[in-house]
């Protein structure tokens, strides 16, 4: 049986028309699930009798379990077991303007970034459009509080699980859903360039974040291997074709590595490259973990690096640092589950 937060608003709809119930039927379980949080479809008072036998014939509402919880100052780190047993990790962040959450897309990564944890541990499998939403679901009725943003940064690559991603997002972007506005959700790559493409076209007006961390094919072919796929130069001239399309600015995403990229030389070659585009650069500091030898670079070196793009007119802003004593870097929590 399929989990009945896969569905999209228009796809409850058919399926009501198609066993000759009212359109409006899905309307009414949409408000009991995501406005009401009642998931017992016998609950549904509203429904008649034999279409909550149909929907308990035809659906399963099955929720993940939260098997563990960290928590530091600003930040609390999940870790969700699957009904297959695996397990994918939630971060949820406080910020003045709100609380964010950054959800996964994938059970491991096949990206095999060089400093990433996630993908240390390959791809099983993609995650479904409900394991996503309910990474939502779960920690909203954990904090009793409302998420007002959303990116999906966490273990894996999103666009190597597209369809069930753009899923995710109409969902939790629809006003009957979970009702998260489009530019409070950013969706992050690595560069996979024909799925930015495919956004391109995408009638939703989300943010897109590009995982770079380097500003030249050399350096960035070590660190990443999607580089040697598409290189820096086609991922440049692809943002430049996304903004010009759809009027949206591009958040670039840079990692600090200590005496890796984080170089005055490295910082005036990456306001080259972005010189004159409609984009931001995100300085993080890295988050460091036992399996990887990548080390962070001193406050002093990103304040450098930093000042390098102000002069050259790039706009720039470093991350706060969120959660570095509960193994916050992504897919810390769930490599130690799984190496256990």
């Not at 996630?118 to 939502?136: H, P």
């Not at 972007?173 to 992050?188: F, L, M, Q, W």
Request: net charge positive.
């Amino acid at each position: 049986m399929n989990n009945i937060f896969n569905y999209r608003l228009d796809m409850l709809e058919d399926y009501f028309l198609s066993i000759g119930a009212k359109k409006f039927n899905a309307s009414q379980v949409y408000d009991w699930l995501y406005k009401k949080r009642v998931f017992d479809f016998a609950k549904m008072t509203n429904l008649k009798k034999e279409l909550i036998a149909k929907l308990n014939a035809t659906f399963t509402n099955d929720f993940l379990e939260i098997v563990r919880k960290q928590t530091d100052k600003d930040t609390s780190k999940y870790l969700f077991k699957l009904k297959d047993g695996n397990f994918v990790e939630s971060v949820l962040m406080y910020h003045d303007y709100g609380i964010s959450i950054c959800v996964s897309s994938q059970v491991g990564c096949n990206m095999g970034c060089a400093f990433c944890e996630s993908g240390r541990l390959k791809k099983v499998r993609d995650l479904q459009t409900y394991e996503m939403v309910e990474q939502i679901l779960l920690i909203e009725e954990d904090i009793k509080k409302r998420i007002s943003s959303v990116v999906i940064m966490g273990i894996g690559e999103p666009f190597d699980n597209y369809d069930n991603v753009m899923n995710f997002i109409k969902i939790i972007n629809h006003d009957k859903g979970i009702a998260i506005g489009a530019r409070h959700i950013t969706v992050s790559t690595c560069g996979i360039i024909p799925k930015i493409k495919m956004l391109m076209a995408e009638p939703l007006q989300i943010n897109l974040a590009i995982s770079l961390h380097a500003p030249n094919n050399e350096l960035r072919s070590k660190l990443m291997k999607i580089n040697k796929v598409y290189d820096i130069n086609e991922l440049i001239a692809t943002l430049k074709e996304y903004i010009a399309k759809t009027n949206r600015r591009v958040t670039i995403e840079y990692v600090t590595l200590n005496g890796v990229n984080d170089s005055k030389e490295c910082a005036l070659q990456l306001a080259h490259l972005l010189k004159g585009m409609n984009a931001y650069v995100n300085l993080i500091p890295y988050n460091e973990t036992n399996n990887i030898g990548f080390k962070k670079s001193s406050k002093k070196t990103i304040l450098e690096f930093y000042d390098v793009l102000k002069k050259e007119k790039i706009n720039v802003t470093i991350r706060k640092e969120f959660g570095s004593k509960i193994d916050a870097a992504c897919g810390q929590l769930r490599s130690k589950e799984v190496d256990a």
